[in-house]
């Protein structure tokens, strides 16, 4: 289990930083052998927003809660 504590926002965070952490979160759910369509029902988005949210990097710390 990874447990990270971070702000509210992670758009508050410095650039670098976030997207350190967001390909760090990638690699952790491809090394889990989670798929995009498995993190979409988890999630209860699309697979297509999943996709979007990863190669925007906009990732909502909330949404990840």
């Known amino acids: 289990v990874l447990v ?20 760090a979160l990638k690699r952790l759910v491809k090394d ?17 927003a999943v996709k979007r949210m990863f190669s925007q990097q906009a990732i909502s710390l909330a949404l990840l809660e």
């Open 4 to 23: 990270l504590a971070f702000p509210t926002s992670i758009k508050t965070l410095p650039m670098s930083f976030r997207s350190e952490v967001i390909v």
């Open 32 to 48: 889990q052998g989670i798929t995009d369509a498995a993190l979409s029902k988890l999630l209860e988005l699309s697979e297509a």
